[in-house]
């Protein structure tokens, strides 16, 4: 039984992290969309845990880091290598590409989080839908895709009641995981290896923190009796993931029944009485691809969708995340009659880029460990500097960029904030900074600094005499899907000075 047509801004396929970050991205913005899962609830299942310091940054400017923080753990990003958790104080600890709270305390006002994907999920859905501009349905499937130079035609179908719905939308964004139906409809390949690694995995429940008593990390690797496995918490109340390497034709998954299991998780935590609870055995292949393109026309793929990569480096969700805002944004922009369509361009021209490094790292065997140097470029990028404001303790310099562009000016560049009124179509909010935050940004008394709402700076001015044709200019850069000026002072006074 067909029903309606339906004419919708977006359609979001998947409701993953990727998928509810680029609604929700959306909705902040005022633009609404159609959101579609196949299942008829939310994973139940742990998944990843790892929330990075950028991912954790945007949630905080949402409002939603303590609620997210409450459902997670309390570790330090290290992984602990020893022969057993019961000897832990006789292990090693290594970096896997995080900062620690010291660390993280100089380059953000937030820090990565231990939170699994269950939990993290049903946060983000609450948000999105007290937003109140987001259709959500849940047990609906894709039928068709069809991609026209006029847009997106879809035809969804409820699991439950076999009912069809035909959609048309503007665009289409495809976040429907590894196994993408978007991605197939559009005739797009992925391309990288499929089984680098097979992994039996077991979900269960244990005190082990009290074996673990004050060494509190976010993976531990242990290598007992020959038998090299991996623990990883996985929320509150001893919730632990379990991962062992298996070769099949040797083995086969069904080989590890709970009896077996519980024995290894034994052996591995070095507690001969330990009384695992089971709750769930699974098993998958490491996978580390890459699609042919982000984009066909009106459609886009975002994490999954688009990029595969292993568990090593904890990766995957963060960067599906960073898909899911990017792509939202700028969605909204060209929506909203704030950019030309040219900004779309801008996604996959971004975040390609991130995507083939996090994909070659996760395929490296040593790819989870690497030093925070190595790996915090990728993940914050080149947005502006957090600064902690001078008179407001709490407040950082990344907590004052809005949805259209954020002008910051030093103290004595009124000039720049009269400028920025009425310079459309995107809106500008000026920001006047003291003097210790804007020299600390690089901006002189008399100068600004543009930045997007990600934070990616536009232009950066040390003085100038035509402040409003040079913001105008930046302004056309920007919304034009053109480069930023990556906060290069004379690059920008080149250009728009």
Not at 376 to 391: T, Y
Not at 425 to 430: G, L
């Amino acid at each position: 039984m067909s029903e309606r047509t339906d004419v919708l801004p977006v359609l979001i396929v998947g409701a993953g992290p990727a998928g509810l970050t680029a609604a929700i991205a959306l909705a902040r913005h005022g633009v609404g969309s159609l959101l579609v899962e196949r299942r008829p609830a939310l994973s139940g299942l742990p998944r990843a845990t790892v929330i990075s310091t950028r991912s954790m940054e945007l949630f905080r400017s949402w409002g939603l880091e303590d609620e997210i923080r409450a459902s997670g753990l309390d570790v330090e990003w290290r992984m602990w290598i020893g022969e057993t958790l019961a000897r832990v104080s006789t292990g090693s600890t290594l970096e896997v590409g995080l900062p620690t709270r010291q660390q993280s305390a100089l380059v953000s006002p937030t820090v990565p989080a231990c939170v699994s994907q269950d939990h993290l999920e049903p946060i983000l859905l609450r948000h999105l839908r007290s937003l109140a501009v987001t259709e959500v349905r849940l047990g609906t499937a894709v039928d068709s895709v069809a991609n026209g130079p006029d847009g997106i035609r879809a035809v969804l179908r409820d699991i439950a009641t076999g009912r069809t719905r035909t959609v048309e939308a503007r665009y289409l964004i495809g976040s429907d995981g590894a196994h993408s139906t978007v991605r197939s409809a559009l005739g797009i390949p992925m391309r990288g290896p499929e089984r680098l690694r097979d992994v039996v995995t077991a979900l269960f429940r244990a005190p082990l923190w009290d074996v673990l008593g004050a060494r509190r990390y976010g993976i531990y690797a242990v290598n007992h009796a020959g038998v090299e496995a991996s623990f990883l918490p996985a929320g509150p109340g001893d919730r632990w993931l379990f991962g062992l390497q298996y070769e099949p034709g040797r083995h086969e998954l069904a080989e590890f029944t709970e009896e077996r299991l519980t024995s290894l998780i034994r052996l591995g935590s070095g507690v001969a009485a330990l009384q695992p609870r089971i709750e769930r055995i699974g098993g998958f292949s490491f996978a580390a691809q890459l699609a042919d393109r982000f984009r066909d026309g009106a459609a886009f793929l975002i994490g999954d969708a688009a990029h595969r990569v292993t568990p090593r480096g904890g990766t995957g969700m963060n960067t599906a995340i960073h898909d899911g805002y990017d792509l939202g944004w700028k969605l909204a922009w060209v929506l909203r009659g704030w950019a030309r369509p040219e900004l779309l361009d801008s996604y996959e021209a971004e975040r390609r880029p991130v995507a083939e490094h996090n994909v070659t790292r996760s395929a490296d065997p040593h790819g989870s460990l690497r030093r925070v140097e190595q790996e915090l470029h990728a993940d914050i990028g080149g947005r502006i500097e957090h600064i902690w404001l001078h008179d407001h303790d709490e407040v950082s310099t990344l907590d004052l960029l809005g949805p259209g562009l954020t002008l910051f000016t030093g103290p004595a560049s009124g000039r720049w904030a009269t400028a920025a009124i009425g310079t459309g179509p995107v809106p500008v909010d000026a920001r006047s900074l003291d003097g210790l935050t804007a020299r600390a940004l690089g901006i002189p008394r008399d100068g600004a600094l543009l930045a997007r709402p990600d934070g990616m700076p536009v232009a950066l001015w040390s003085h100038d005499h035509d402040v409003r044709t040079s913001l105008r200019c930046a302004i056309e850069t920007v919304v034009s899907g053109g480069p930023s000026d990556r906060g290069d002072p004379a690059r920008a006074h080149a250009q728009h000075g």
